[in-house]
Nanobody, 126 residues
Framework: QVQLMESGGGSVQPGGSLTISCAAS????????MAWFRQAPGKEREGVAA???????NYADSVKGRFILTRRSTDDMLYLQLNSLQPDDSAMYYC????????????????????WGQGNQVTVSS
């Protein structure tokens, strides 16, 4: 099981930006796919963005054009730059990872993501 640790969350005003990070305990086939999900109070967890090692990123429509997902190949550090933040973006953000068999993780299918972090809170408020 891969240990995933999120960091960088916090509070920001509407229209502001924030970058959150995810560190993986392993850098191998278990982290072929890496993704961000989020869950707001009273709502279901939803996919935000995902990437595959050496490949492209996939974004949810709700964040496309505002959020930028990057991945450092040397150690699988995953970054999510959150721009033009709105109160609706307030949520606990979770990092997820999956081996090649979990390709659905790239399509932001929660059940196909194998390992999960503990979550990191992002709050957008004036």
């Amino acid at each position: 099981q891969v240990q995933l640790m999120e960091s960088g969350g916090g509070s920001v005003q509407p229209g502001g930006s924030l970058t959150i990070s995810c560190a993986a305990s392993e850098n191998n086939y278990k982290t072929t796919y890496m993704a961000w999900f989020r869950q707001a109070p009273g709502k279901e967890r939803e996919g935000v963005a995902a990437t595959v090692r050496g490949g492209s990123a996939n974004y949810a429509d709700s964040v496309k054009g505002r959020f930028i997902l990057t991945r450092r190949s040397t150690d699988d550090m995953l970054y999510l730059q959150l721009n033009s933040l709105q109160p609706d973006d307030s949520a606990m953000y979770y990092c997820a990872a999956s081996p090649p068999a979990g390709s659905g993780c790239w399509y932001l299918r929660e059940r196909d993501c194998n390992d999960w972090g503990q979550g990191n809170q992002v709050t957008v408020s004036s």
